[in-house]
């Protein structure tokens, strides 16, 4: 049936009945003033905390100087961040764009187009994993069509064979003379914190180097720093081809990139993508002092010895609270909870409590702090959970 009336806003989000007004560093308070500790980063985006002062004083001045020119001018703001991301990873080029969705967009287009310029037209199907994310766009939605995602949008963009996580036999399998690439996420968020192990990692590369074909990662949610590596691949011994960013890239202005090298890019001439916002001034300047504060001599080391501290106490926690805590996932600051109950209504307890945490699937409860949480506020949050678990307990 179709129903004809419909919110203001489009109603594709179930919201919970919050409204925060008001945040610094790893605090939010909502608008009735209550105070809560947020471990969700807004899904793994204000990775420096909110309002920190570097990124408040790019924006502003920024704003005060120029906002918006277009990608047909030069930008020295954009030309500094590809210049430093491509000195901090594998990479040789970048395309900035706004987006995880539009970053995933340029990864399946740039392989593509790589063998298309080697007079490969017909190379151009892309092996996916199921349980992955990669974004709401046809591409996205296309890569890993979940009837949650895909059900009522065909046709979808041919070309992608899922497999499933970590089953090297069925990547095997699915190879055949027009695949072009691997996409994976090094560690599933949306799916539940999964992460892939080092080995496999290993093998897709191996068996891309054998095949003559592209290595992609989506480090949309897994990448800058929350791994306690700049990068995932970093901390997992294997480099990609190609990697989408987002997310933590701006600390919550929208952003995302593109990274490649060169061999890969080899396709992408004047003229065979673009974006009107992608790089902008504003954007580029918040994006360059995310860097300013990740690059520093020994923050990652710091923000990595302080994920530890909450790995060990939730560890500790999941052996206390077997009836609440199945499992401990993830490495670093991205870090999932797997419940014994709806990760859904666990969520919705720890927010009472005043923890901001963020569902995934196979029933996880997402711990993405921003990597500036201090140590007494992972022990307030461990707190909450604690707290959670023996409320529970005694209900
Ligand atoms: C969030 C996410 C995306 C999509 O990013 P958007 O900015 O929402 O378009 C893609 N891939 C992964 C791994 C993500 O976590």
């Not at 806003?9 to 003033?33: H, I, S």
Request: hydrophobic content about 45%; glycine content about 12%; aromatic content about 6%.
């Amino acid at each position: 049936m179709l129903n004809s009336s419909v919110p203001t806003l489009l109603p594709v989000y179930k919201r919970m009945d919050v409204a925060f007004e008001r945040g610094l560093g790893a605090q939010l308070w909502d608008d009735r003033g209550r105070r809560y500790l947020d471990f969700g980063s807004g899904i793994a985006v204000t990775g420096l905390g909110h309002c920190h002062p570097h990124l408040v004083e790019a924006l502003t001045s920024q704003a005060n100087a120029l906002w918006h020119t277009s990608n047909l001018y030069e930008i020295p703001a954009l030309q500094k961040l590809a210049d430093r991301l491509v000195a901090n990873s594998f990479a040789e080029t970048v395309f900035v764009c706004n987006s995880g969705a539009e970053a995933i967009e340029i990864t399946v287009k740039m392989a593509r187009r790589h063998f298309f310029a080697r007079g490969l037209p017909g190379r151009h199907r892309v092996i996916t994993f199921e349980g992955a994310f990669h974004g709401r766009t046809m591409t996205g939605i296309s890569a890993v069509p979940t009837p949650k995602m895909a059900e009522g949008f065909a046709p979808l963009l041919e070309g992608f064979d899922v497999v499933p996580f970590g089953d090297l036999a069925a990547v095997q399998a699915a190879i055949g003379p027009s695949t072009a690439a691997i996409l994976i996420e090094p560690i599933q968020g949306e799916g539940g914190i999964r992460a892939a192990e080092p080995g496999f990692l290993a093998a897709l590369r191996q068996l891309c180097d054998e095949h003559d074909m592209l290595l992609l990662f989506d480090e949309v949610q897994c990448g800058l720093g929350r791994t306690g590596n700049m990068f995932a691949y970093e901390g997992m011994g294997v480099v990609p081809d190609i990697m989408a960013l987002a997310k933590g890239l701006g600390g919550g202005f929208p952003i995302g990139a593109c990274l490649a090298t060169a061999r890969a890019a080899a396709g992408m001439t004047y003229g065979t993508h673009g974006s009107t916002f992608g790089g902008n001034p504003l954007g580029s300047a918040v994006a360059n002092a995310v860097l300013d504060v990740m690059l520093k001599e020994g923050f990652m080391a710091d923000a990595a010895r302080r994920a530890g501290v909450l790995r060990e106490r939730l560890q500790g926690m999941a052996a206390r609270h077997p009836e609440m805590i199945a499992e401990v996932r993830g490495k670093g600051f991205i870090l999932g909870l797997r419940t014994v109950q709806p990760a859904g209504d666990v969520v919705a307890r720890f927010m009472e409590l005043g923890l901001v945490t963020i569902p995934a699937s196979d029933n996880v409860v997402r711990l993405l702090p921003p990597l500036t949480v201090t140590l007494d506020e992972i022990e307030e949050g461990v707190g909450i959970i604690e707290q959670a678990a023996s409320r529970a307990e005694a209900a």
